[in-house]
């Protein structure tokens, strides 16, 4: 692992490793030890049929979406339980059919099984690893992380595309799996950002118990914003399940950038009983749909460490606070919060800001997995590498032109470009995104207190 602080930075070395040198950051009065390294996956990247070079027929995969802790073995080394996304996926030109926009999404591996993975950090903390690699199953049959079919519970009306705009079709077991905590039983609890379901399954990835909105979970949460669902799951010490909701929700289409709150969601496995808390977004953002929250995990006593990122004041922040519940109102099932009907009204979620990520290193967009130590002092964090991968267009006619930039027609198969409406010969392929994105990462950074 490298070790770094704010005030000096040394020459990285790259030798299948990311280590730097020596040192501490301050917090404050406060020294914060902070120590990372590149998660190596590689006995499990994922076959590519593509012939762009520049992936040699894989993909790098991205273990980074959340974080359990696995164990702490007796010489050091330090396994975690890590999960995929739902695979590799890009933006597309605006696909247009039968006259109607869809949103669309490129899958270049649309077989991709979303996963969990064992990462492994050696005892001298100077590399991690992929050891392991859980698929997700239903009755023995692996899942994709094609969207959900229009109609159902869980679909974001999204189209998946080959790189060749052929429509890829659905999968009605299909997961968008950011959330993994571990019950006292050695269950896996998953949420996802399609239902946003949570899911229990077994050890082996098999599903044993799927809730959704209206169908275990509060109805309301079926207006999460499409890819702004579920994004966190803990269990705490209850075995109460706690899931997060990444952005404020968008009640009839009119809350989601303007609503002050998020929401936390209580889940008794027991009696099936839910209760939803109010989690009070940060007021730097240009509105507060640009709030994202990342991961949430129990510390005990109805308290939670969360990841809250977004750009605020114009710069990217990636925040860990402290959340207590304690004396958090209980909010109903309904869009009141959302409308600002119960402002002055309630008692929303505490939070105290506990680590500025950006302050001690860490210069990655996406904390996505977040855990505590058995020292309460130590938050490992890992990030969302989007499996090193982003859509880059060849079009003679528009050097450095952006994916965006075009619409196809489906009807005529002919892409246009959309400042002119003429038709281009552009080819969508696949690109490397950017450098400080490429890779899964583990970082710890230790507190000069106990939590």
Request: net charge neutral; charged share 25%; hydrophobic share 35%.
């Amino acid at each position: 692992m490298r070790k770094h602080g704010n005030k000096q930075w040394k020459k990285w070395m790259i030798l299948g490793l990311i280590l730097a040198s020596a040192g501490t950051s301050q917090a404050g009065a406060a020294e914060v030890e902070t120590q990372s390294c590149i998660v190596h996956a590689d006995h499990y990247q994922l076959a590519y049929k593509g012939n762009e070079k520049v992936f040699h027929h894989q993909i790098n995969p991205g273990y980074g979406s959340a974080l359990a802790l696995k164990e702490v073995k007796k010489d050091g080394t330090l396994e975690f339980y890590a999960i995929t996304d739902r695979g590799p996926n890009g933006d597309t030109p605006a696909y247009v059919q039968d006259g109607k926009k869809i949103s669309g999404k490129f899958f270049p591996t649309p077989d991709f099984t979303p996963s969990i993975g064992v990462i492994t950090v050696r005892p001298d903390k100077k590399r991690a690893d992929i050891t392991a690699s859980i698929p997700l199953k239903v009755n023995g049959k692996k899942i994709s992380g094609l969207p959900v079919p229009q109609g159902m519970t869980g679909s974001t009306n999204e189209i998946a595309l080959s790189l060749a705009m052929k429509d890829l079709g659905t999968d009605v077991h299909g997961l968008d799996t950011e959330g993994l905590a571990l019950d006292r039983d050695g269950n896996f609890w998953i949420s996802d950002e399609y239902g946003p379901f949570i899911i229990k399954a077994d050890k082996n990835g098999n599903i044993l118990e799927k809730y959704a909105p209206g169908q275990g979970l509060p109805s309301i949460l079926r207006c999460r914003v499409p890819n702004r669902g579920s994004e966190g799951i803990t269990v705490d010490e209850r075995g109460h399940i706690f899931a997060l909701i990444q952005s404020p929700l968008n009640i009839d289409g009119q809350t989601a950038k303007t609503a002050k709150y998020t929401r936390i969601v209580e889940f008794d496995p027991l009696t099936k009983e839910t209760r939803m808390y109010a989690y009070p977004v940060d007021t730097g953002y240009k509105n507060t749909g640009a709030a994202k929250l990342g991961d949430i995990t129990s510390i005990g006593n109805g308290q939670f460490l969360m990841i809250e990122q977004g750009k605020q004041h114009g710069k990217m922040q990636n925040l860990i606070y402290k959340v207590d519940l304690r004396q958090a109102s209980v909010i109903a099932d309904n869009g009141d919060l959302e409308y600002g009907r119960l402002d002055g009204k309630i008692k929303p979620a505490a939070k105290e800001l506990v680590l500025d990520l950006r302050a001690h290193g860490w210069d990655i967009e996406k904390a996505e997995g977040l855990a505590l130590l058995p020292d309460r002092r130590t938050i490992a964090v890992v990030n969302d590498n989007d499996f090193g991968i982003d859509v880059g267009v060849d079009d003679p006619a528009v050097p450095q032109a952006k994916v965006t930039d075009y619409t196809y027609q489906q009807d005529t198969g002919t892409t246009t470009y959309n400042k002119d409406k003429s038709v281009h010969q552009a080819r969508f392929y696949l690109e490397k995104n950017a450098p400080s994105e490429q890779e899964s990462q583990i970082w710890l950074f230790t507190l000069p207190e106990k939590l």
